[in-house]
């Protein structure tokens, strides 16, 4: 019914960029949200963007991570400046349609040297 498809990640070295996509099947009408997790570490949350259009940010990507979204292209994207080893992870796009929660597949981003 619903599919949501992560792309853009990918090997970056330290203080690099990157942006993320989040292709969204149909029309998108609540909340999205950028999640990660890293190996052996828990999923954190990084962003929100409620329905109202406003935005929050864990502090650890606050200042350096944006997002945003193109509802007449269905996509969702989070750019990523100022990139830091820690930021490698699996990065997961999360959509609340009308209360139900979809997942992507998640797209692997490495921040190496």
């Known amino acids: 019914q619903v599919q949501v498809v992560e792309s853009g990640g990918g090997l970056v070295q330290p203080g690099g960029s990157l942006r993320l996509s989040c292709s969204v099947s149909?029309?998108?009408?609540?909340?999205v949200a950028w999640y990660r997790q890293a190996p052996g570490k828990e999923r954190e949350w990084i962003t929100t963007?409620?329905?109202?259009?406003?935005?929050r940010y864990a502090d650890s990507v606050k200042g350096r991570f944006t997002i945003s979204r193109d509802n007449a292209k269905n996509t969702v994207y989070l750019q990523m400046n100022s990139l830091k080893p820690e930021d490698t992870a699996v990065y997961y796009c999360?959509?609340?349609?009308?209360?139900?929660?979809?997942w992507g597949q998640g797209t692997q981003v490495n921040v190496s040297s």
């Open positions: 963007m409620y329905t109202d259009g406003s935005t």
């Open positions: 999360n959509v609340n349609k009308l209360g139900t929660l979809y």
């Open positions: 149909g029309r998108t009408v609540n909340a």
